[in-house]
């Protein structure tokens, strides 16, 4: 098991800046690929961006590109997701995920894949 959980979310407007953590423990937290989600209200859950267990290589959805930055620290156990110019649409729960299988040499993007979750945290951008 891997047990994860997010920290970091909140209220910003539209141009802001937010930073999310994910503290894992559990299972060797540097043999998994990690993953950020995010469900809106009334919609599906889907993918941000993740990165590799090696930190190599990451992988963004095109509505995030040039404005998050994922990284990781495996020292730490740690994931984090630099939110920049964030705007109301990006208003979601924001979740990370552990790939369900390690040490993969690329990333996955179905939400099926992943088999470990943290409770999620709010982020709300006004206009």
């Known amino acids: 098991q891997v047990q994860l959980v997010e920290s970091g979310g909140g209220l910003v407007q539209a141009g802001g800046s937010l930073r999310l953590s994910c503290a894992a423990s559990?299972?060797?937290?540097?043999?998994?690929?990690m993953g950020w989600f995010r469900q809106a209200p009334g919609k599906e859950r889907e993918f941000v961006t993740a990165?590799?267990?090696?930190?190599?290589?990451?992988r963004y959805a095109d509505f995030v590109k040039g404005r998050f930055t994922i990284s990781r620290d495996n020292a730490k156990n740690t994931v984090s997701l630099q939110m920049n110019s964030l705007k109301p649409e990006d208003t979601a729960v924001y979740y990370c995920?552990?790939?369900?299988?390690?040490?993969?040499?690329?990333?996955?993007?179905?939400?099926?894949?992943?088999?470990?979750w943290g409770q999620g945290t709010q982020v709300t951008v006004s206009s």
């Open positions: 990165i590799t267990w090696s930190g190599d290589t990451t």
């Open positions: 559990g299972r060797t937290f540097s043999n998994y690929a």
């Open positions: 995920a552990a790939d369900s299988l390690t040490r993969l040499p690329f990333l996955r993007t179905e939400v099926a894949r992943y088999a470990y």
